[in-house]
């Protein structure tokens, strides 16, 4: 029962910010940013790893932090959607999406702006295939992809030029 | 520089202009039901049945309450004595729904108990601990077979029969007496499937026993519809129920339906001690049992036609699957006669039409809702025609369809619609997708024994429909009309704030509602706030108030319109008096000190601020003759309407018709029978667009549904009423990988009824999933395949192509020729 579970301490970075804190082992990644950090932009879809709304980036890999225990990421470095502006600028990302009509709802956007963010940081100018095969793990139910598929070769495309 | 004043120029409407909605979205910033968090806030988790049709003998929460960190459990049987049965809307309906089970369980995820504890975990421990005892009963899993009454769910009712009514106009039988050939499909069949919004559903409620009054934080997109169901199911004054939407993560209609978890979650709070209670829902408690899209099959389906192929007459027995309760329904039983032709002429047809519960999760308006069943049937009527005939499916599609010049066109039913131009359409499309090449590709591809098929899907988005209309399901229904509010006023400090009464959903509300203000008062869309959301204590809703069934553009706008109007006319009068001036020779627009209105003139102005100033605290310097001038205006829209007739089903439904023509080419492979599309065209007509890019992203946000409902998304269940898909990853919406690239095209025929021109859109007719059934039955037809249901993947092409257990045209259709 919760009262008998010997809490973790845990040691991680998000967004450039480190906390340090004692979690229940079962505390799921998506959970503690959302409950414990109030960082509410990362989203939950399906509790199943298929729609990544819960995309984060840990340690520079895109990972769906709804199947990630937060005691996982003990020691490790976490970038969520709220990380991704500076100085209140938004990311060349951000803005890409906002200038490609690329959201609707907005739910599944902070997940496919961090699998973008992965995508980019490897691949400068991905081809339409590398673009779908980035974000098959980011469900969109508003927009049928044709302007998110604009976003990130906008997005790309801009990130070549500066 | 030579600036239009006054006169309303078309500046900022049917442009690009960026979403005011984006920069907190982007930002992560958006506020989501579930991201609120309230003091003292404890949490709801729901006990569901795992069995579809059974007898609760017991349930046991003595040991869930016994766990620390629960605040108390709630069952069916406690809530009874405290509430009334739901407002049914079906005629003398017997059915008593609860938002829990109380005696018996009618379908798997049907909620029997809830916990609400300190925690979210904790209330997940304790819902395991909560032991329920069932007697299992014979579940019914078909319409046809619910029908037979041989195992009733509600037996108060003492029938599975909802509703039943039949649509006959015109002579129909001298038609078949006339015609040139006769075709007979025994049964179509319409799939169950839903749009799964990314958000599941979420409540946050708080029946304050202070002031014994209920708050709700909520993502409901019908709010003004749940409160009417919220306040009798409690016993509460409606004015004593308070519903806030923020922004919601998709609803597509499913989400008009979570009234009665909004329920529980009141009466949990009540028994907390009035403690905020918040429920959010998981996936799997979405797939079954929040809402699925109707299920519809069609029996018996005979059509008349004349030597030239004219449809002149159909008859059909339609039977709908609305699940274990009827909730939204029956008005689904009228909803598709919105579009009761199709695009198509035909005068005469009778439809026999027929609702019963079954054991699957509740049905609720799902995008394109009751509709895009009946759309789907006359498409298929029209391709199965088409092919026993031998007529092309352009061809057969051109001689049917209503012609532009006969808009506005009174369908047999008495549906006007307002303006259109199918064949038009039709050309556009054939030229985007290349039309003539993809026939000789066809053509040459057949030769080697590849199976490729060119479908055309052509059909209608109402919107802002008559309510008048339940009173043809239901003579007594209080119901008829539509109408929307809207306030526009000057704040205090001269700011232009717009409230509206709907709950947008991602369709861009926001700014759209600020490029007609901008227009009317002639300012940038950047100096408006639009307040979207719903706020029952905003006082701009009327009870029809929400967002759904594609309306905004008309109902929604022409509300906006109408209250920036009445501003505009209320700061004019005042700024002639302070600028002594006649009220003509006044002008508006954008000063050295923002926003201003100059006599014409005497070249004086005064600014939004100092017009604002008099009216809020500056009122001494009124004259008595203007204390009506409040700069604060409400205007509510009302569509011009009559009640239906109720007899004959008779009347005007909806003020307008969107229209959508898709092209599809498909190939079936030979070895592993998957489905692929090969080139796909969507060409819209939503009369006078407001915002392009908003109405081109719906477009394919709405082509996505349909092509994920064609090949992808169905709600499966077993025989004893086990979900089969109660996962993303079994359900499998569509994701980036699977979805095609969409050649878009638009064409533009305004509708008379908005003041703008516009019509409602978004919902998108399920125009792809005509589509790709008639680009499967064109790959396949010669090989004796019609293609019977609308949900199509690689098995049940397997189960067609070689199993031949299905979609035979030799057995599901006759063709008859008659002597001419």
Same mark, same amino acid.
């Given at each position: 029962?919760?009262?008998?579970?010997?809490?973790?301490?845990?040691?991680? !970075?998000?967004?450039?910010?480190?906390?340090?804190? !004692?979690?229940?082992?079962?505390?799921?990644?998506?959970?503690?940013?959302?409950?414990?950090?109030?960082?509410?932009?990362?989203?939950?879809?399906?509790?199943?790893?298929?729609?990544?709304?819960?995309?984060?980036?840990?340690?520079?890999?895109?990972?769906?932090?709804?199947?990630?225990?937060?005691?996982?990421?003990?020691?490790?470095?976490?970038?969520?959607?709220?990380?991704?502006?500076?100085?209140?600028?938004?990311?060349?990302?951000?803005?890409?999406?906002?200038?490609?009509?690329?959201?609707?709802?907005?739910?599944?956007?902070?997940?496919?702006?961090?699998?973008?963010?992965?995508?980019?940081?490897? !691949?400068?100018?991905?081809?339409?295939?590398?673009?779908?095969?980035?974000?098959?793990? !980011?469900?969109?139910?508003?927009?049928?992809?044709?302007?998110?598929?604009?976003?990130?070769?906008?997005?790309?495309?801009?990130?070549?030029?500066? | 520089?030579?600036?239009?004043?006054?006169?309303?120029?078309?500046?900022?409407?049917?442009?690009?202009?960026?979403?005011?909605?984006?920069?907190?979205?982007?930002?992560?910033?958006?506020?989501?039901?579930? %991201?609120?968090?309230?003091?003292?806030?404890?949490?709801?988790?729901?006990?569901?049945?795992?069995?579809?049709?059974?007898?609760?003998? &017991?349930?046991?929460?003595?040991?869930?309450?016994?766990?620390?960190?629960?605040?108390?459990?709630?069952? /069916?049987?406690?809530?009874?004595?405290?509430?009334?049965?739901?407002?049914?809307?079906?005629?003398?309906?017997?059915?008593?729904?609860?938002?829990?089970?109380?005696?018996?369980?009618?379908?798997?995820?049907?909620?029997? #108990?809830?916990?609400?504890?300190?925690?979210?975990?904790?209330?997940? %421990?304790?819902?395991?601990?909560?032991?329920?005892?069932?007697?299992?009963?014979?579940?019914?899993?078909?319409?046809?077979?619910?029908?037979?009454?041989?195992?009733?769910?509600?037996?108060?009712?003492?029938?599975?029969?909802?509703?039943?009514?039949?649509?006959?106009?015109?002579?129909?039988?001298?038609?078949?007496?006339?015609?040139?050939?006769?075709?007979?499909?025994?049964?179509?069949?319409?799939?169950?499937?839903?749009?799964?919004?990314?958000? *599941?559903?979420?409540?946050?409620?708080?029946?304050?026993?202070?002031?014994?009054?209920?708050?709700?934080?909520?993502?409901?997109?019908?709010?003004?519809?749940?409160?009417?169901?919220?306040?009798?199911?409690?016993?509460?004054?409606?004015?004593?129920?308070?519903?806030?939407?923020?922004?919601?993560?998709?609803?597509?209609?499913?989400?008009?339906?979570?009234?009665?978890? @909004?329920?529980?979650?009141?009466?949990?709070?009540?028994?907390?001690?009035?403690?905020?209670?918040?429920?959010?829902?998981?996936?799997?408690?979405? @797939?079954?049992?929040?809402?699925?899209?109707?299920?519809?099959?069609?029996?018996?389906?005979?059509? #008349?036609?004349?030597?030239?192929?004219?449809?002149?007459?159909?008859?059909?027995?339609?039977?709908?699957?609305?699940?274990?309760?009827?909730?939204?329904?029956?008005?689904?039983?009228?909803?598709?006669?919105?579009?009761?032709?199709?695009?198509?002429?035909?005068? *005469?047809?009778?439809?026999?039409?027929?609702?019963?519960? $079954?054991?699957?999760?509740?049905?609720?308006?799902?995008?394109?809702?009751?509709?895009?069943?009946?759309?789907?049937?006359?498409?298929?009527?029209?391709?199965?025609?088409?092919?026993?005939?031998?007529?092309?499916?352009?061809?057969?599609?051109?001689?049917?369809?209503?012609?532009?010049?006969?808009?506005?066109?009174?369908?047999?039913?008495?549906?006007?619609?307002?303006?259109?131009?199918?064949?038009? @359409?039709?050309?556009?499309?054939?030229?985007?997708?290349?039309?003539?090449?993809?026939?000789?590709?066809?053509?040459?591809?057949?030769?080697?024994?590849?199976?490729?098929?060119?479908?055309? /899907? =052509?059909?209608?988005?109402?919107?802002? *429909?008559?309510?008048?209309?339940?009173?043809?399901?239901?003579?007594?229904?209080?119901?008829?009309?539509?109408?929307?509010?809207?306030?526009?006023?000057?704040?205090?400090?001269?700011?232009?704030?717009?409230?509206?009464?709907?709950?947008?959903?991602?369709?861009?509300?926001?700014?759209?509602?600020?490029?007609?203000?901008?227009?009317?008062?002639?300012?940038?869309?950047?100096?408006?706030?639009?307040?979207?959301?719903?706020?029952?204590?905003?006082?701009?809703? =009327?009870?029809?108030?929400?967002?759904?069934? &594609?309306?905004?553009?008309?109902?929604?706008?022409? #509300?906006?319109?109408?209250?920036?109007?009445?501003?505009?006319?209320?700061?004019?009068?005042?700024?002639?008096?302070?600028?002594?001036?006649?009220?003509?020779? +006044?002008?508006?627009?954008?000063?050295?000190?923002?926003?201003?209105?100059?006599?014409?003139?005497?070249?004086?102005?005064?600014?939004?601020?100092?017009?604002?100033?008099?009216?809020? +605290?500056?009122?001494?310097?009124?004259?008595?003759? @203007?204390?009506?001038?409040?700069?604060?205006?409400?205007?509510?829209?009302?569509?011009?309407?009559?009640?239906?007739?109720?007899?004959?089903?008779?009347?005007?439904?909806?003020? $307008?018709?969107?229209?959508?023509?898709?092209?599809?080419?498909?190939?079936?492979?030979?070895?592993?029978?998957?489905?692929?599309?090969?080139?796909?065209?969507?060409? %819209?007509?939503?009369?006078?667009?407001?915002?392009?890019?908003?109405?081109?992203?719906?477009?394919?946000?709405?082509?996505?549904?349909?092509?994920?409902?064609?090949?992808?998304?169905?709600?499966?269940?077993?025989?004893? /009423?086990?979900?089969?898909?109660?996962?993303?990853?079994?359900?499998?919406?569509?994701?980036?990988?699977?979805?095609?690239?969409?050649?878009?095209?638009?064409?533009?025929?305004? &509708?008379?009824?908005?003041?703008?021109?516009?019509?409602?859109?978004?919902?998108? /007719?399920?125009?792809?999933?005509?589509?790709?059934?008639?680009?499967?039955?064109?790959?396949?037809?010669?090989?004796?395949?019609?293609?019977?249901?609308?949900?199509?993947?690689?098995? &049940?092409?397997?189960?067609?192509?070689?199993?031949?257990?299905?979609?035979? #045209?030799?057995?599901?259709?006759?063709?008859?020729?008659?002597?001419?």
């Amino acid at each position: 029962m919760p009262e008998n579970i010997e809490k973790i301490s845990v040691k991680l !970075n998000v967004n450039g910010k480190t906390y340090v804190r !004692n979690l229940e082992p079962r505390l799921l990644l998506v959970e503690f940013l959302r409950e414990e950090l109030d960082l509410t932009g990362t989203h939950v879809g399906c509790d199943t790893t298929y729609c990544g709304a819960c995309t984060v980036l840990m340690n520079g890999a895109a990972v769906k932090s709804c199947t990630v225990f937060a005691v996982q990421a003990d020691g490790a470095e976490i970038l969520t959607v709220e990380g991704l502006e500076k100085d209140g600028q938004l990311h060349p990302i951000q803005k890409a999406f906002g200038d490609s009509y690329g959201l609707q709802c907005g739910y599944c956007t902070p997940g496919l702006l961090i699998s973008t963010y992965e995508l980019l940081s490897h !691949n400068k100018q991905p081809s339409d295939k590398q673009i779908r095969k980035a974000i098959a793990g !980011n469900t969109c139910r508003c927009t049928g992809y044709q302007n998110i598929f604009k976003a990130i070769q906008l997005a790309a495309q801009n990130r070549t030029r500066t | 520089m030579a600036n239009k004043f006054g006169g309303e120029e078309k500046k900022w409407v049917g442009k690009a202009l960026p979403r005011k909605e984006e920069d907190r979205l982007l930002r992560g910033r958006g506020r989501f039901a579930d %991201d609120i968090k309230l003091r003292d806030m404890a949490y709801l988790r729901f006990v569901r049945s795992p069995y579809a049709h059974a007898r609760i003998i &017991s349930i046991d929460t003595s040991a869930a309450e016994a766990l620390a960190g629960v605040v108390c459990t709630l069952t /069916g049987k406690e809530i009874v004595p405290q509430t009334q049965p739901f407002i049914e809307i079906g005629p003398d309906s017997k059915v008593r729904d609860y938002p829990f089970a109380v005696s018996k369980v009618r379908y798997q995820g049907e909620p029997v #108990a809830a916990v609400v504890a300190e925690s979210a975990s904790i209330a997940d %421990d304790a819902a395991e601990l909560v032991r329920v005892e069932y007697e299992a009963l014979e579940p019914v899993m078909d319409a046809e077979q619910a029908l037979q009454d041989n195992s009733i769910l509600h037996e108060e009712a003492g029938t599975n029969k909802i509703w039943h009514g039949v649509f006959e106009y015109g002579d129909v039988e001298k038609d078949f007496q006339d015609a040139a050939f006769v075709v007979r499909i025994d049964r179509l069949h319409f799939h169950r499937f839903s749009s799964t919004p990314l958000e *599941n559903n979420v409540v946050i409620g708080e029946w304050n026993l202070k002031d014994d009054r209920i708050y709700y934080s909520c993502n409901n997109s019908f709010p003004s519809f749940a409160i009417q169901f919220l306040s009798a199911h409690l016993n509460v004054h409606i004015d004593r129920i308070r519903v806030q939407t923020s922004d919601i993560g998709g609803s597509f209609g499913i989400k008009i339906t979570n009234y009665p978890q @909004m329920a529980v979650v009141a009466l949990a709070s009540k028994k907390a001690g009035g403690r905020p209670v918040k429920w959010v829902e998981t996936r799997s408690e979405h @797939m079954t049992s929040s809402a699925h899209g109707n299920e519809r099959t069609f029996r018996d389906t005979r059509v #008349a036609l004349d030597k030239n192929g004219l449809i002149t007459a159909i008859t059909s027995r339609h039977i709908d699957d609305c699940g274990a309760y009827p909730r939204y329904e029956p008005l689904g039983c009228v909803i598709w006669s919105q579009v009761f032709p199709g695009v198509y002429r035909f005068k *005469n047809a009778r439809i026999d039409f027929t609702q019963t519960v $079954t054991n699957k999760c509740p049905v609720g308006p799902n995008r394109g809702y009751s509709r895009m069943q009946h759309l789907w049937f006359l498409e298929r009527v029209i391709d199965i025609c088409a092919h026993e005939l031998g007529i092309p499916a352009d061809e057969m599609r051109m001689r049917n369809y209503i012609r532009p010049e006969e808009f506005p066109y009174t369908t047999p039913n008495g549906c006007v619609y307002d303006s259109g131009n199918y064949p038009g @359409m039709l050309e556009l499309a054939k030229q985007l997708i290349g039309w003539d090449a993809w026939k000789k590709k066809q053509a040459e591809a057949q030769k080697q024994g590849r199976l490729i098929g060119i479908g055309i /899907g =052509t059909t209608l988005d109402s919107g802002t *429909n008559n309510f008048g209309q339940s009173q043809i399901v239901n003579p007594g229904a209080p119901f008829s009309g539509n109408s929307q509010g809207a306030n526009c006023k000057l704040d205090i400090y001269g700011e232009v704030v717009v409230a509206v009464g709907s709950c947008p959903q991602g369709q861009g509300h926001e700014t759209t509602a600020a490029q007609v203000v901008a227009d009317v008062l002639n300012i940038s869309p950047d100096l408006i706030t639009v307040r979207t959301g719903f706020d029952t204590e905003r006082n701009v809703h =009327t009870g029809f108030s929400g967002t759904y069934a &594609s309306q905004f553009a008309v109902s929604g706008l022409s #509300a906006v319109h109408g209250a920036a109007q009445k501003l505009k006319t209320e700061m004019k009068r005042l700024a002639a008096f302070v600028l002594e001036s006649e009220e003509d020779d +006044v002008e508006f627009g954008v000063g050295a000190q923002g926003p201003e209105l100059r006599a014409k003139r005497t070249g004086k102005s005064i600014n939004y601020w100092g017009l604002a100033n008099i009216v809020n +605290v500056n009122s001494a310097v009124l004259p008595v003759e @203007m204390y009506d001038i409040t700069l604060n205006c409400r205007y509510i829209w009302r569509a011009p309407f009559k009640v239906p007739d109720k007899q004959r089903k008779y009347g005007n439904l909806t003020l $307008t018709y969107a229209s959508q023509l898709h092209i599809a080419v498909i190939e079936v492979d030979r070895e592993t029978f998957i489905p692929t599309i090969l080139d796909y065209v969507a060409v %819209d007509d939503c009369g006078t667009v407001i915002n392009p890019p908003i109405v081109e992203g719906q477009v394919y946000g709405a082509t996505a549904h349909g092509i994920g409902a064609a090949l992808l998304e169905n709600c499966a269940y077993d025989a004893v /009423g086990n979900m089969l898909t109660s996962t993303f990853s079994d359900y499998t919406p569509i994701t980036a990988l699977n979805m095609p690239k969409i050649k878009y095209g638009h064409i533009q025929t305004p &509708s008379p009824h908005s003041y703008s021109g516009a019509k409602g859109m978004g919902e998108g /007719g399920a125009a792809p999933i005509h589509t790709i059934s008639a680009a499967l039955q064109d790959a396949l037809f010669s090989n004796g395949i019609i293609i019977e249901d609308s949900f199509n993947n690689a098995d &049940s092409l397997f189960r067609a192509l070689v199993g031949k257990e299905i979609c035979q #045209a030799e057995r599901l259709v006759k063709l008859e020729r008659r002597a001419s």
